[in-house]
């Protein structure tokens, strides 16, 4: 395990002095104990490993992974459980991706259960209303009261949407690549249905929603023709895939030229980030065999696109139907 762990820190070090120099300036001892440690003539000390990790900013987690085969470690997201929580969140998301936005090389692949966060992450009803749904499953006190969308639109605070609208401006500026099926939207559209009907979301509120749901659809198609992500003032990449094979899943993969790692949701918003790179390398290739077996949008011809966003369009306005007449209604 100790040989790894030394491999693995020399693939860390960026220092121009020697690799067996730098261990020695580390850990406060000479050249030789130094060699010693490399070459594996002297075992490293808890303490010196700790040390090691530490300014080669390496996890305990890491350094428990190195050296097993079958078992990887995953680092889990805050908690959300309310309007502070939810506004770190946004905030932190920011900083991890503001550096991405700063590299060409950077990526993202999205596997959309539901519609991509970024895409409801405007100054717009729906972001409004995706928050109090995220807060509605996720607050105790939101899921126990009865607290309608109507009421709880004039109470969200300024600073968490601000947070929010940052967030989805900041996805401007990196290139990414979707996959998405006849499904992907009927998770908003039965969250709007279901608070409709529980008369926590009005009628006049629940049309515009669908409005701003409409306009997403038509922002995605757009940016599946042109390519590009609309706004973006670096010319960001889009590619948006239909995949009928595999259920989506909601994962998210970011790549560089020097690292990948990816993220598996497992509550509404909570997540396990994942940079074990061997497992980073299978999910890569997953996402590559997905992509054989989807059509890339723009390159299936008119026909097939429009069908696809037609058929989300249909679904909207069967939704907007059943909200006016308020009726009875099942939009597959």
């Given amino acids: ?21 730098e261990i020695a300036t580390v850990l406060d001892i000479g050249y030789d104990a130094a060699y010693r440690r490399i070459n594996m003539k002297t075992n490293l000390t808890l303490e010196e490993s700790v040390k090691l990790a530490k300014y080669y900013k390496i996890s305990l987690n890491k350094l428990y992974e190195v050296g097993s085969q079958n078992t990887i470690l995953a ?3 805050p908690i959300i459980a309310n309007e502070k929580h939810l506004e770190d969140y946004f905030s932190k998301s920011i900083e991890n991706l503001k550096p991405l936005t700063q590299l ?3 990526s993202i692949l999205y596997s959309a259960k539901d519609i991509p966060l970024f895409y409801t992450l405007k100054d717009s009803y729906i972001t409004r209303y995706k928050i109090y749904v995220w807060l509605k499953l996720t607050n105790k006190e939101m899921t126990k009261n009865k607290v309608s969308f109507d009421d709880f639109i004039n109470t ?12 989805g401006e900041t996805y401007n500026y990196i290139g990414i690549t979707e996959f998405w099926n006849d499904n992907t939207i009927n998770g908003t559209l039965q969250q709007i249905i279901y608070f409709f009907e529980s008369q926590l979301l009005s009628k006049d509120l629940a049309l515009k929603i669908c409005d701003d749901l409409e306009d997403i659809i038509h922002h995605v198609e757009e940016q599946t023709i042109q390519q590009s992500i609309i706004n973006s ?5 889009y590619n948006l895939y239909k995949s009928d094979l595999l259920t989506m899943s909601n994962i998210i993969m970011v790549k560089t030229t020097h690292k990948k790692a990816f993220f598996v949701p497992y509550t509404v918003l909570e ?13 890569d ?12 949008l723009v390159h299936s011809g008119e026909k097939d696109r429009t069908l696809f966003f037609n058929r989300m369009h ?15 209604f099942d939009f597959e």
């Fill in 1 to 21: 395990m100790q040989n790894q762990f030394i491999r693995y820190l020399k693939e860390k070090s960026t220092s121009t002095s020697s690799f067996v120099d």
């Fill in 75 to 77: 680092e889990k997201s």
């Fill in 104 to 106: 060409k090389s950077a």
């Fill in 156 to 167: 969200i605070p300024k600073s968490l949407l601000d947070r929010a609208f940052e967030l």
């Fill in 233 to 237: 003032k670096n010319n960001a990449s």
């Fill in 271 to 283: 997540y396990l980030k994942i940079e074990n790179q061997d497992t980073c390398n299978i999910m």
């Fill in 285 to 296: 290739d997953f996402f590559s065999k997905q992509m054989t077996n989807s059509k890339l």
């Fill in 314 to 328: 249909q679904k909207v306005n069967k939704l907007r139907d059943r909200i006016t007449i308020d009726e009875t």
